[in-house]
């Protein structure tokens, strides 16, 4: 069952019209396992306002996500949905107020318009996310052979070969490749479509991408406008 928290804003409970006012809506549906799991805070807004001029379009807004919660912000056109969303990532500034992250937690933002125009094809585009897990089999894949040849200094290569090779598994090195064509196929591209110029794609398509780059960089929160 759904947990619904009124948050935004003063100037739509004023309005004539009568608009609703805005909501988060915490979805708890995770609730039953608390008693089998330790559950904390990953990300916390505390008393966020924001004016544009004389148009205020926060006013204290505060609420917390927990681990594994999910939440929509639902609201009208100009409530502040995507403003707060970029308060959170950085892109804008509080006028007051505060954005708690839990140490050691990323963010992953999707924003509302993409301005992707790449001369990569799609899976290139995607490609460039694995980037630092190819160059670390590279550098695995240099350590091999310099260690059949290796005349001193073996201690040491063989020292960075274990810290790679454990890291990369970590990382699911050895899948990337699995990985990031199970990404596009399950965003709706075939095959046929991993060689096409981003530049050439639809804005939908261009969002599915940007999609995908998020869900490959494996974020601990994932924020959709």
Not at 86 to 103: C, H, N, P, T, Y
Not at 180 to 192: H, P
């Amino acid at each position: 069952m759904s947990m619904f928290k009124q948050f935004l804003n003063k100037k739509y409970t004023e309005s004539p019209l009568q608009v609703p006012k805005t909501y988060i809506i915490l979805d708890k549906s995770y609730s039953r396992k608390r008693n089998e799991m330790e559950l904390s805070m990953i990300l916390s807004c505390n008393h966020i306002s924001k004016a544009f001029g004389t148009d205020e379009i926060l006013s204290e807004v505060s609420f917390h996500i927990e681990d594994q919660e999910k939440a929509a912000i639902v609201g009208i056109n100009g409530a502040g949905k995507s403003t707060l969303l970029k308060i959170i990532v950085g892109e804008l500034s509080a006028d007051s107020g505060e954005v708690v992250l839990a140490k050691g937690k990323t963010l992953g933002y999707l924003a509302q318009h993409q301005d992707l125009d790449s001369s990569r094809t799609i899976y290139e585009e995607l490609k460039e996310v694995k980037q630092p897990i190819i160059d670390m089999e590279q550098q695995i894949r240099e350590l091999e052979l310099n260690m059949q040849n290796a005349s001193g200094a073996l201690e040491q290569m063989l020292a960075a070969y274990s810290r790679l090779s454990h890291t990369f598994e970590l990382e699911n090195g050895y899948a990337w490749k699995s990985e990031l064509t199970g990404v596009l196929k399950g965003l709706g591209f075939t095959e046929d479509e991993f060689d096409k110029t981003v530049s050439t794609l639809s804005g939908g398509q261009k969002t599915r991408v940007s999609l995908g780059k998020l869900l490959l960089s494996r974020p601990d929160i994932i924020l959709l406008d």
